[in-house]
DNA sequence: TCTATTGGTTGGAGCGCTCTAATGCTGTAG
DNA sequence: CTACAGCATTAGAGCGCTCCAACCAATAGA
């Protein structure tokens, strides 16, 4: 249970522990006997280089720290794919930790992550207030995925809300649909820019906005259809905030004997896994996820590297996937 | 873009490093003064203590390092979230990484947790080789969840998937259903327990087994009830190896014109998310997933405090979830 | 022959912290 | 008055590593 150290490969291989120190870099300027002579030292006691001893020696990281706001929603997981992807790339090894959607918890893990002095951090659709993140920032470079920020030193990716809700829009406009609904994801990160851009969508085709009151979950986009119902408001098609609130008035819908896409459209947004399941079939907007990573990742080792100060503000344009859940208002001719 | 240190702590509040350690690690060998004018200057300077150099010099750590093999796959999650509280309880950090699936990257992963010295590693069901696994054993604790070892040092927490298996068949034949086929996991962690325990629950109803050969995902179940439908040979209810396949066999089922539950019953396996969407409601098996993470904390930590030295095998046990896709073959009455 | 130069190698200081042993400082007993 | 606890406090070594300056051949240039 106790790890050899520097000091033991030195021994073993007949060098100084500088020289080891060398061979482990990779520093060119180690004879080739030496070098081959130190490795099979190493190998033979099974020696790794201790990462936090030369961390806190060469005072830098080669760590990046990652904040997942949420393990559950696997949109995470490929941002996180797309992150590592780089990192590896540029060597640099990813730590993980989680808050929950809990502000207190992400706080926490926040703390724990900076314990770690890594070369910069990435927070994926953080809950914490501003305040927490500027204080983050002032130590280490950070970068924000799905969440906005204004401070200067902080660089953001996020996916062009606006766009993707008119992409729907337009699609159900062109299917021949004039009342469509909006389900608003209330208080939720990018629910402003989609209401936004579809109450724009709306107006430039001449249409009148039904803003309707709901939440990023499925028995909140339940609850909502049941609402239109009970109102006799229901439109020809609706776009939720999000994929797990189509799916949840699409089962409300379907409680109710509406059928869809015959009777109702309906258009997600995220392009989870789920939407992509055959049962759902659900049509929604793609965001590109591993490309958020990816692009997260190299704005944060280009501050890591000192190579830039003026903050980035990457905003990327969703798409539209067609499945199963739209077809023109009256069904499918 | 630099922090403060320990020094400057002591410095601006009159003492000496040492002092400062005391406090930082809440020693009641204190008086009430110093430990005031301590944490106040540590609050001005906006002092948090280096966990890499703490730990380096103390010879411990108090973080745990969990490699969850797959991020996509929300059931780890839910693992994670009872790491997180037994872990937080007892005043661990906890740090995650990820080998998406692939061996090559798992093994990075290991090693770059490794590179921290954690007190110990919760492996979430890694696809690394046995040896590699024995390999981190020597260095420290190490617990496996959903995945078996021999290794005597290594504890292991599993659901009984036999059991689990026999649960879904019982509450079938309870129904009244005769043919009942089981679409398999193949070479998928837990298929065998999984197929053992449907094969042994058929015999004991005096019923004749339908292994099917299948996969973990929507497509696989989809394909393998298209199959059973070319061969004319589909029984009165399914049990599929996890919810994504019987998710893509009711959608095969559904396509086919068929209704599910009235013509078909279909039980999956995992109590994912997915099943509990209204849309889906599916009847499956839970399995108490945040108890694997408590169970596989608490055994490491017990490690790592050095209270065991005899291995830990956890098999829980997992527990039927009826929803609406289990019916009297014939249809509901 | 003597001095530079080069490339490989090494000792030692120091990163931010913990931990042990020693220190100073009361207060009380002998 | 000295002695000795008992407590709060501190100096200093050391954790495993990096990095700098120094060092030491061996070769090249004068």
Redesign the pocket.
Known sequence: MVRP???DVALRAG????????V??GS????E???SAVLKAAEELG?S??AM??S?????STVLGVMVSDLHNAFFAEVVDGIDEVARDQGFDIIINTGGRSPARERRALESLLSFRPAGLILLSPVVPATAIGKAAEQLPVVLVARSSRVSTVDTVNDDGETGARLAVDHLVSLGHKRIAHLDGGEGTQAGPRRRGYVAAMEAHGLVPQVVSSEYTDAAGARAIRGLLEDDALPTAILSCNDFNAVGAISALEDAGLRVPSDVSVVGYDNTSLAALRHVSLTTIDQPRAEFGRLAADALLQRVREERTEPVRHLLNPSLVVRNTTAPPGGPR
Request: net charge positive.
């Open positions: 150290t520097m000091e060098v100084s522990r500088a020289l080891v120190s060398l482990m870099r060119p300027k180690v004879s006997m030496r070098r020696y280089p201790h001893a030369r806190l020696a060469s005072r830098t």
